[in-house]
């Protein structure tokens, strides 16, 4: 199971990766129906075959490569949920004592996997409509979440509750170890949340409204509207290719976006600072982990924008967002799952009045006989 676990883990992060390449290359309905492409199983190649298709889709000319980026995204994604299926078979059949939270969590990765399929078709059928597309992504990040926490609660239970080991007395901290968990899932929830813009504003075709950095336009706040940047477009049966929102609109999507990631930042910082002065035996790799992808990611929105979004630098932000929430995900995993100590002060100062008491009993070699 940990190696169908491993393998889908692998398969995950590409379809994330087909799945923005997809997006980037206007290839979303590269075939406009669903499952099929055209009619065919594959895209149509041949004259006939392609004849055909542009008779059955009049208004959707067949565009080969954009055609075969579609399917090959899409025979990715069905094979990855053969996989989870497969893993959810193998969690049910499994006796082992903590298959109860394999079970869970292969039943919800299976659940999200028939959502995913919906929203797949969805997708193609509302014509890439931006909620849609931004569900779509999301649950594909939550697919990779899940996967991961899958993977982490396979490893056996000695290597994941090891803590800290040093000569100074330690006792569970109880209480800090609560507040790190609940800022934790804190910074979670708004790390899902700056996903989400992030997915808002490639459906949106948002990237390119904000040609310069730190402003926008030149400007800071004056073309933006919370309204406006958070209205959902009405759907009516046109296609949303390229996008069909006005300049101030995704503008204003564009500097959320950027609020979102300072916000992100900040929170995300602060969780690792706090992270590092706690006992935690893993906290320099996690911290460290968390902190270059955090950097690298900046770096890449800022490059997005600067550079008027190349293929490369686009893709490579889509990825690398994926990879820092599958390592929070991992930080969160493990700050959840081994204990955090700290030193004991009254037992510490009772070692250190100890070896006062134990160092006075003996004056120039001769020992002095305690109390006791």
Known sequence: MIRLTNIAL????????????????????????????????????????????????????????QAWMEMVHRYAAGSLGLIIFTLTWLGYRSKKPSIPRVRFITTALSLIVILQAAFGMWTVTLKLWPPVVTLHLLGGFMTFGLLIWLRLTLIPSRSTNVPETSS?????????????????????????????LGAWTSSNYAGLA?????????????????????????????????????????????????????????????????LMRSQHSLRKPLTLAVASLLGLQIGLGILSAVWLLPLPIALAHNLVAALLFGSFITTLHFVIQVPITVEDPLKSSHSTTSSIGKSQEVVDGNAIPSNS
């Open 168 to 196: 100074t007395s330690k006792i569970p901290t109880k209480p800090p170890l609560k507040r790190l968990h609940t800022f934790g899932l804190l910074v979670f929830i708004v790390l899902v949340a700056q996903i989400s």
């Open 210 to 274: 904000c040609p310069d950095f730190p402003t926008c336009q030149n400007q800071w706040l004056e073309h933006t509207s919370l309204e406006k940047a958070f209205s959902i477009p009405t759907y009516d049966d046109l296609s949303f290719l390229h996008g069909r929102t006005d300049a101030q609109t995704r503008v204003s999507i564009q500097v959320f976006h950027r609020i979102g990631a300072m916000i992100t930042t900040v929170l995300l910082s602060v969780f690792l600072i706090l």
């Open 10 to 65: 692998v398969l995950v992060f590409i379809v994330i990766g087909l799945g923005a390449l997809t997006r980037l290359l206007d290839a979303g309905l590269g075939c406009p129906d669903w499952p099929g492409c055209y009619g065919f199983l594959t895209p149509p190649n041949h004259s006939e075959h392609i004849e055909i298709a542009e008779s059955l889709y009049p208004e959707t000319p067949v565009v080969r490569h």
